[in-house]
């Protein structure tokens, strides 16, 4: 059973980093042919996704917040975690991770192109707050 668990603070104020973790449990972030994802939703609207990183450690982004987020992952401590700089109050979201399987030769249009869908397993999420 894989389960995911975000965690971080809840308020960051604007311009700042949002920094969130995401802890796995009953699987492992470097099997092979798995992906795993930062979603977001604001208040009110839908889904976004806004990056991936593959089992092998590849890191793609949505375009749209490419120049301001960061995925990276500890192997060691079974975590992935975002980094998402300059924030601004339309950031406030409820921030999720996810993962999902992949093609052996999954690359970054493809990651793009599928956003959010198909996620095989999702973590509560966690709201995150931008104010100051």
């Known amino acids: 059973q894989v389960q995911l668990q975000e965690s971080g603070p809840g308020l960051v104020k604007p311009s700042q980093t949002l920094s969130l973790t995401c802890t796995v449990s009953?699987?492992?972030?470097?099997?092979?042919?798995?992906?795993w994802s930062w979603i977001r939703q604001p208040p009110g609207k839908g889904l976004e996704w806004m990056g991936v990183i593959a089992y092998d450690g590849s890191t793609y982004y949505s375009p749209s917040l490419k120049s301001r987020t960061s995925i990276s992952r500890d192997t060691s401590k079974n975590q992935f975690s975002l980094q998402l700089s300059s924030v601004t109050p339309e950031d406030t979201a409820v921030y999720y991770c996810?993962?999902?399987?992949?093609?052996?030769?999954?690359?970054?249009?493809?990651?793009?192109?599928?956003?959010?869908?198909?996620?095989?397993?999702w973590g509560k999420g966690t709201l995150v707050t931008v104010s100051s």
């Open positions: 996810a993962s999902k399987g992949i093609g052996s030769s999954w690359y970054e249009g493809m990651a793009v192109a599928e956003g959010y869908y198909g996620m095989d397993y």
């Open positions: 009953g699987g492992s972030i470097t099997t092979s042919y798995y992906a």
